[in-house]
């Protein structure tokens, strides 16, 4: 097995470089085995593995210690023979077989023709990169990833094929689709492929879908707010489930922590407790019992009516307040800041997934949305605890405009002198197909950022991404990934932002301008562009 390189992915994550796949997976067992101190998540992708830690001190320990893991795999057992039954009508069907030079019913038969095996999980629950007996299906991703494609969508990227587990975004080529359920967390083993499975697709002419049985609602009684009207997005939120990534389960969880924080420190829990992330505005809740609240985050006018519908008071931002029993709490537009975060004394006490009670919108795991009419219950205050004194403030978002820090790397090499220079010196414009995913970019200039020409058109195999990646699709327009971005991804990441500055790029609304720093990933340091991609490049172990 033999390590060629390591790369900073942010501040806080390793990029380990190997020399193939099964030394990928050897290592990456390893890792699995024997965690690295303070290793939150270890995901392995087609010629990486990514390890993530809590803090910068651990990252920096980790890049020395690396090269000394036992790179002997540890064996994995219980591989099993997966039948998947698709109806190969893919609207990328027809461009793949002019890819190929196959053809349609080519595609189709090399397609079923084959052995594939389950390399590694990623991008999403269920999403499994399969590898295939020969390449000739080796296609490249669409230049630009489509914002939804289908749950049981068969896709090829590269040399591997895999099935869409539900609807998502994605950039690779559509040619069939199937309904086996690849992701059930009612199953023992969720992921209906594993690494290591065998899988056979098998080409029929319908496929018939079973309706899963409705999942029985925890019924309580007690103290709860009901959802009135949940505004543009409203979504149960706590501190995410890190370290399923190999699962391909991101950490999801509310995506300004920082003020979600805030928020459960007013009403007196923990900072971890859940809390209500609303986008945007115009979310109302009542109170079953009386209630100790409190919003932080985006900043929006507040105001509280009786039970009869009547308006009473105002409530301000960063404190907290009462909301009695049947009185209704409202709140308006942003007048600042894209997300705000409602707490609750005693927290939004729905029924944890996977150890989180956060609402992941890439998976769909977790609570729903919020919808009119949810009732939300409301758990035991903490003993002990206080409400909190009113606070400033967390918010760091300027009006119209928001600098961001930045490390370079991965993948920088792969962009030219010009692109460092378009991503560092020129406005960038937030877009309204931004979500918790990520924050779609366009230059102000419409300069996109341009790869080397070295790298010609050349795809680079998945491999796992951060919190804060600037991933760049061939359109130059670069995709900031938010706390529920897939676990691997297959364009660049030109650079990452700090973890530090994440709270603020969780806030920005549609229209808004942001400027890019780069910084040392040891120091925080600014730096010049030219000594930052020197900072950034592989090492040897």
């Not at 879908?209 to 009901?226: K, N, Q």
């Not at 920088?412 to 010196?425: P, V």
Request: hydrophobic fraction near 40%.
């Amino acid at each position: 097995m033999s390590l060629t390189g390591i790369r900073w992915s942010g501040s806080r994550a390793l990029l380990v470089e190997l020399s193939d796949l099964p030394s990928v997976l050897a290592f990456h067992s390893r890792l699995l085995a024997e965690p690295l101190p303070g290793q939150l998540d270890a995901v392995a992708a087609a010629a990486t593995v990514l390890i993530k830690f809590g803090t910068h001190a651990e990252a920096l320990a980790a890049r020395a210690a690396v090269g000394h893991v036992d790179r002997g795999g540890v064996p994995r057992d219980g591989s099993r023979d997966v039948t998947i039954e698709v109806v190969y009508d893919g609207e990328d069907l027809t461009e793949v077989g002019m890819l190929t030079g196959l053809g349609r019913d080519g595609v189709v038969a090399a397609h079923t023709g084959q052995l594939w095996t389950a390399a590694f999980g990623g991008f999403a629950p269920g999403f499994t990169y399969l590898l295939g007996e020969n390449r000739s299906l080796d296609v490249p991703r669409r230049s630009s990833p489509r914002t939804s494609v289908p749950a049981g969508s068969v896709a090829l990227g590269g040399t591997f094929s895999a099935v869409y587990p539900r609807q998502s975004p994605g950039g690779w080529q559509l040619i069939g689709r199937t309904t086996a359920v690849l992701w059930d967390l009612e199953r023992e083993s969720p992921a209906l492929v594993r690494p290591g499975d065998r899988v056979r697709y098998v080409a029929v002419r319908e496929a018939i879908a079973l309706t899963p049985a409705p999942h029985a609602a925890r019924e309580f009684t007690g103290p709860a707010l009901v959802v009135d009207s949940p505004g543009l997005q409203s979504l149960v939120q706590d501190l995410g489930r890190p370290g399923l990534g190999d699962l391909g389960v991101s950490a999801a969880g509310a995506v300004d922590q920082q003020s979600m924080r805030q928020a459960n420190r007013l009403v007196g829990n923990e900072p971890g407790t859940a809390v209500v992330e609303t986008v945007l505005g115009g979310l109302t809740v009542r109170a079953a019992g009386d209630q100790v609240l409190a919003v932080a985050g985006a900043v929006v006018p507040m105001e509280i009516f009786d039970a009869s519908g009547a308006p009473g008071r105002r409530a301000a931002m960063c404190a907290p307040f009462a909301l009695l029993d049947g009185e209704s709490l409202s709140l308006g537009d942003p007048t600042l800041g894209a997300r705000s975060y409602l707490a609750v004394r005693g927290g939004i006490d729905v029924d944890p997934v996977l150890g989180s009670r956060s609402s992941d919108s890439m998976s769909g795991i977790g609570p729903a949305p919020l919808s009119a009419g949810t009732s939300l219950p409301v758990g035991r205050a903490p003993l002990f605890q206080m409400v909190g004194a009113s606070e400033e403030s967390t918010l760091r978002l300027g009006a119209v405009s928001s600098e961001l820090r930045i490390t370079l790397g991965p993948r920088d090499d792969w962009f030219d002198s010009r692109a460092l220079e378009a991503l560092t010196q020129e406005d960038w414009l937030t877009t309204e197909q931004s979500n918790r995913i990520g924050v779609r970019l366009r230059p102000g200039s419409n300069r996109p950022l341009e790869r080397n020409p070295d790298r010609g058109a050349g795809e680079l195999p998945s491999e796992g991404t951060v919190a804060g990646a600037l991933q760049v699709p061939p359109s130059g327009h670069p995709v900031l990934f938010l706390a529920d971005h897939p676990v691997t991804g297959g364009y660049p990441v030109i650079a990452v932002v700090v973890p530090e500055d994440l709270p603020t790029a969780a806030q920005l609304p549609p229209g808004h301008t942001v400027r890019f720093t780069i910084v040392d990933p040891a120091t925080l340091e600014p730096l010049e562009p030219a000594v930052a991609g020197a900072v950034s490049e592989g090492t040897q172990p």
